[in-house]
């Protein structure tokens, strides 16, 4: 056998496996007799060991209890099927043929019947069969509540059925239980008894007192006495959770539902003693830390919905907020339990957060609200505020919160409190001004301080959560206090002003994190050209003319240059979009846009005399030549080759001594701009000319340009030329290819479309190889 181990290495592989085999082996020998030991009775024999196909296929010992647990999953559907064919023929025997028998007879096939059912399972354990006596007890537990229907029906049928089926239920759960106590090996009794006691007290207060107080109340004493029997049977813990939970949503229901502080009570006490028994299970239970935060939830609704009938709903949350404070505190009270306290801190985390979230509606109301501005700028409107109201309370709402939240990050040492902390306290002091009612001017000034508190933290604040947090908040209150600030004109400059001040304030402060610094930037350039943009619309300026003053924002940024430091690369990105912004307001006259593009370039053109800025001198370039071509455009200039031609050659002529002295240079500095200087205006007026002529010479010259760059192994003649080749050809063919289209009928493109797409996709990857040499093909070009 050959392998691809060496045989030393292979043979300590070989040992290890068998170790591993063997203790596997031993561990499941000893699981074997542990499950026959609990199994079997004592005295029988356990079943030889087996191992192989013998295992699973042939007999694994004597008949008898062994033979029935070798199959467990067939024994239980057969034993379930059995039962309830039994239950089914009673229940039929109970409803339809109970009339014909007379009372001796009823009784005598009830009592014999049921006893019948009740006592096999006694022999049946006797002999092992475990499965089938706990099918035959389940069949006699059923007949005994089939009895108690009978006995009610025959017997007692002018009674209260309500309070009989509690008598009855706290009967059988009785008669269950003893049952069960007395069979300990069967399985089913004692659970049934355990469900057939969760209704006794319910249905016995519906039965004295109809109403969902008196139902709330016997469900709280049924998780009680559940509770009770959950510290010696864990199983009970699951009713006792669904009867208490019932109570307390009982209690929540009327609470909420009261009409006045009187009527809030009688639920409060409900809620109250929910709490009471939730708290006292987790005292006695250490993983019962949930059992506490629904019982402090539940002295929280029930102490805040006496309180609710009176005041506006702003206001109940906040006093909802104010009761759960103390539970927050649970976090430093060493001696309560583990459960009881982390139970309810969780609670008062809950109302706090929900309470939060309430009061963010009017906070979010309020920032939406100066959207409006939008649709009309400087019109001077003050929208009417409602003082003292909801916002009084949201504002006091959101600042409790932070104060807990403040208080929790530093009890628990955790970062998540500050961000929450940081996030309330900027909403509810950002929007206080607003929802109180402020004059306007008092509204601006607070919103800038509270603006600048934020900021300061984010540039101060030590603990990462809280800066980030702090940095967010002072951009959203920066945005929305600039959009309001577009209300006036006074108020604009103002407002845009000193928020620039800050921002460039705090670009400038050294031991601020970059990313921050960087943003602050970028803020401060962006606040200098709104202001800019605003003072020309003071003006009685034309908008075209907007855009010199706006030229001053590149122009600054280009001579500050070093001296901005760390924030140069975002300085210079924001002042790059503020020329854009310059061009694109110079568009509607040629001669601005011209003058525009042209002191565009001059600043590009300074900033390129820095070595580390040389790229700039492209966009100078382009930036020259596209005035000159706007103002030859507004000139009325239809022949644009006569400008072209005297700088092309020249051009070209300079680029072939560049590429003499500096072989290595490439072909896209020696001959890219006097190529583009022709080609490109040029291939502009060939598409808006209908003649022929210039297309002619414009598509010969291009070839002639292609093939040069071909010969010669240049990229940029051969990409230059290919492309305006390729826009000539397209032009001129375009006339006839739309006459075809026209003239096919209309299935054939799409069908020739899908061709190619056919086609394209099958060859993929070769097409993918093709273009990938291309452009390693086109790389090795100089």
């Known amino acids: ?193 355990v469900l057939a006691a969760q209704f006794a007290l319910p249905l016995a207060a519906l039965a004295v007192r109809p109403g969902p107080q008196a139902l709330g109340w016997a469900l709280l004493a049924t998780a009680v006495l559940d509770a009770a029997l959950a510290l010696k049977v864990r199983a009970a813990a699951v009713p006792a959770a669904v009867t208490g939970a019932g109570a307390l949503l009982i209690g929540v229901a009327q609470s909420w539902s009261a009409g006045s502080a009187a009527q809030a009570l009688a639920p409060a006490a409900l809620l109250l003693a929910g709490a009471v028994l939730g708290v006292a299970v987790a005292w006695r239970e250490p993983r019962a830390s949930a059992a506490a935060l629904t019982g402090a939830l539940a002295a929280v609704a029930g102490l805040g919905g006496v309180a609710r009938p009176g005041l506006d709903p702003a206001w109940t949350v906040l006093v909802h907020l104010l009761l759960a404070l103390p539970l927050l505190a649970a976090v430093r009270a060493a001696a309560l339990p583990v459960a009881v306290r982390r139970g309810s801190a969780r609670a008062g985390a809950a109302v706090a957060s929900l309470a939060v979230l309430s009061a963010g509606a009017a906070v979010a109301t309020t920032l939406a609200a100066r959207l409006r501005v939008l649709g009309e700028v400087w019109a001077g409107t003050t929208p009417e505020r409602d003082p003292y109201g909801a916002g009084a309370a949201a504002v006091l709402t959101l600042l409790v919160a932070a104060g807990a939240a403040w208080w929790l990050a530093r009890a628990l040492a955790r970062p998540e409190p500050m961000v929450v902390a940081v996030a309330s306290a900027w909403a509810g002091l950002f929007t206080a001004p607003v929802l109180l009612g402020f004059p306007v001017a008092a509204v601006f000034a607070a919103q800038l301080a509270v603006t600048g508190a934020a900021g300061a933290l984010a540039l101060r604040s030590p603990a990462r959560g809280a800066r980030t947090a702090a940095a967010v908040c002072t951009l959203m209150g920066a945005a929305n206090v600039s959009l309001g600030a577009l209300d006036g004109r006074a108020a604009t400059f103002a407002v845009w002003g000193l928020l620039g001040a800050g921002c460039a304030a705090a670009a400038a402060y050294g031991s601020a994190p970059r990313p921050v610094r960087a943003g602050a930037a970028v803020c401060a350039v962006g606040y200098a050209t709104g202001v800019l943009v605003a003072a020309g619309a003071v003006s009685d300026l034309a908008v075209v003319w907007w855009a010199l003053p706006v030229l001053a924002v590149p122009a600054l940024a280009a001579a500050l240059g070093p001296r901005l430091g760390g924030v140069r690369l975002p300085v210079e990105i924001a002042a790059a979009v503020a020329g854009a912004v310059a061009v694109g307001l110079s568009a509607g006259r040629a001669g601005t846009l011209a003058l525009v593009l042209a002191l565009s370039g001059v600043v590009c053109a300074g900033a390129a005399v820095r070595p580390d800025r040389r790229v700039l001198g492209w966009a ?163």
């Not at 647990?69 to 099927?81: E, F, M, R």
């Not at 002999?127 to 099918?135: D, I, N, V």
């Open 1 to 193: 056998m050959n392998t691809p181990l060496p045989p030393a290495e292979e043979l300590a592989l070989i040992d290890r496996e068998l170790a591993q085999l063997d203790a596997r082996r031993l561990y499941l020998l000893g699981r074997r007799d542990w499950l026959l030991r609990l199994l079997l009775p004592s005295g029988g024999a356990p079943a030889p060991v087996r191992w192989g196909p013998a295992a699973t296929g042939g007999t694994a010992g004597p008949a008898g209890p062994a033979k029935e647990a070798s199959a467990p999953s067939a024994q239980n559907v057969l034993l379930t099927l059995g039962a309830v064919l039994l239950a089914v023929a009673a229940l039929a025997f109970t409803l339809v043929s109970w009339g014909s028998m007379g009372i001796a007879g009823r009784s005598a096939v009830l009592a014999a019947v049921t006893a019948a059912a009740l006592g096999a399972p006694v022999l049946l354990l006797r002999r092992g069969l475990r499965s089938t006596a706990e099918s035959v007890a389940a069949v006699g537990l059923l007949l005994t509540v089939l009895d108690a229907y009978a006995l009610y029906a025959v017997g007692m049928p002018e009674a209260n059925g309500t309070g009989y089926a509690a008598g009855a239920a706290a009967v059988l759960a009785a008669a269950w239980a003893g049952y069960g106590w007395g069979l300990r090996k069967l399985r089913i009794p004692l659970p049934a008894a």
């Open 620 to 782: 100078a370039g382009a930036l020259f030549a596209a005035a000159t071509w706007v103002r030859l455009a507004e000139a009325g200039v239809s022949a644009p080759e006569a400008y072209a031609l005297p700088v092309t050659v020249p051009a070209l002529v300079v680029g072939l001594l560049r590429r003499r002295r500096d072989p290595g240079a490439s072909s896209w500095t020696a001959y890219g701009p006097g190529l583009a200087a022709t080609l490109v205006p040029s291939l502009l007026a060939a598409w808006g000319d209908a003649g022929w002529l210039r297309p002619l010479l414009l598509g010969a010259a291009a070839l002639v340009v292609t093939l040069l760059g071909a010969r010669w192994r240049l990229q940029a003649p051969l990409l230059l030329g290919g492309v305006v080749l390729a826009a000539v050809a397209v032009h001129e063919l375009a006339p006839y290819v739309v006459q075809v289209a026209g003239a096919l009928p209309r299935w054939v493109p799409p069908a020739l479309a899908g061709l190619l797409l056919l086609a394209v996709g099958a060859t993929y990857e070769r097409r993918l190889r093709d273009a990938r040499r291309l452009r390693a093909a086109i790389g090795r070009l100089r």
